[in-house]
């Protein structure tokens, strides 16, 4: 009913920058807040970055000053631009988004996920 695709993951020396997108299709009516989390081997999946559809954002401490998350509600996307990555920035990132369509309300939908690999 809502799909989330994401793009942009690769391989990355640190230091290095990289920058991941994301987009929503189906049946949406509405998007509220679109977010980035990530998720490292052996370690809980956590919030990186949320940006709210009133414009509001938070960034996980680690990546504050280096992580800037953006969107294009016409386009129904949302970015992550990763600046002076870290080693320890290695994870899976997920896109994810608070949706409402024609016949549910405040669903809470994923994609399936980008590798990003920073080298030290």
């Known amino acids: 009913q809502v799909q989330l695709v994401e793009s942009g993951g690769g391989l990355v020396q640190a230091g290095g920058s990289l920058g991941l997108s994301c987009v929503a299709s189906?049946?949406?009516?509405?998007?509220?807040?679109m977010a980035w989390y990530r998720q490292a081997p052996g370690k809980q999946r956590e919030l990186v970055a949320r940006?709210?559809?009133?414009?509001?954002?938070n960034y996980h401490d680690s990546v504050k000053g280096r992580f800037i998350i953006s969107r294009d509600n016409a386009k129904k996307m949302v970015f992550l631009q990763m600046n002076n990555l870290k080693p320890e920035d290695t994870a899976v990132y997920y896109c994810?988004?608070?949706?409402?369509?024609?016949?549910?309300?405040?669903?809470?939908?994923w994609g399936q996920g980008t590798q990003v690999t920073v080298s030290s």
């Open positions: 994810s988004a608070r949706v409402d369509t024609m016949t549910t309300k405040d669903g809470d939908y």
């Open positions: 189906g049946s949406i009516v509405y998007i509220d807040h």
């Open positions: 940006l709210t559809s009133a414009g509001y954002i």
